[in-house]
């Protein structure tokens, strides 16, 4: 069964910490995504990626940063955590060009709490 | 700007009664819409899927509905189930530009009361 495995399902940081979510896929996806979910404000796009090294902007990357030294690992990195980082953190991946047949594969979450 | 809308947040629908989750969208370039199910501290999982070709796409009890004059799609669950009770997001996709990301609308939460 294909699988993209989010490191942690939940997650408590202190205000200022740079915080690492890691996520590893086994489908030799091309494509990787980073989103977040908040009530009211549905799925938003943080980063993506098309390739190993390769990151583009989502719809809010601000504060965050990524890495993609490997295919099947993406790293979502908040630089110095905030309170308004406190969110339900998905990984997500795809073929590339891909919409066709199930779209992405999401992993389960981190549901990460910054106090 | 939203190119793709889930105007209802939530709905409520009685056990063995159909849910209709509505989904609209502006640009014209999509070709190819998905619906995701998300379950509390769960990732989303696909559902079903439609290509712009077709107005009907059935899979058991769920069945998408493309209506592309109006930018609209729609889907059906029949008969509902309390299981059925998650967070409902539809998604559009072009097959050209933006190596096919999906956009997806903010979601509708689905509660189906026994």
């Known amino acids: 069964d294909v699988k993209v495995t989010q490191s942690s399902r939940y997650l408590v940081k202190r205000t200022g910490e740079k915080v690492f979510l890691e996520c590893v896929q086994d489908m030799d996806h091309e494509n990787m995504f980073w989103y977040r979910q908040d009530p009211g404000l549905g799925l938003r796009l943080i980063y993506f990626?098309?390739?190993?090294?390769?990151?583009e902007k989502g719809d809010i990357p601000e504060g965050y940063s990524v890495s993609r030294e490997k295919k099947e690992r993406f790293s979502l990195i908040l630089e110095s955590a905030s309170t308004n980082q406190t969110s339900m953190y998905l990984c997500?991946?795809?073929?590339?060009?891909?919409?066709?047949?199930?779209?992405?594969?999401f992993g389960s979450g981190t549901r990460l709490t910054v106090v | 700007d939203q190119q793709v809308k889930q105007n209802s947040p939530s709905l409520s629908v009685q056990e063995g009664r159909i849910s209709i989750l509505n989904c609209d969208y502006t640009n014209s370039m999509f070709d190819y819409f998905l619906w995701y199910k998300k379950y509390p501290a769960e990732g989303p999982t696909f559902l079903i899927s439609i290509s712009s070709i077709k107005d009907k796409n059935e899979d058991g009890r769920f069945t998408v509905f493309l209506n592309k004059s109006a930018k609209h799609l729609s889907l059906h669950i029949v008969p509902s189930q309390p299981g059925d009770s998650a967070v409902y997001f539809c998604a559009a996709s072009t097959s050209t530009g933006s190596q096919g990301n999906l956009i997806f609308g903010k979601g509708t939460k689905l509660s189906v009361k026994p």
């Open positions: 997500a991946s795809s073929l590339i060009g891909m919409a066709q047949g199930y779209g992405y594969t």
């Open positions: 990626s098309y390739d190993v090294k390769m990151k």
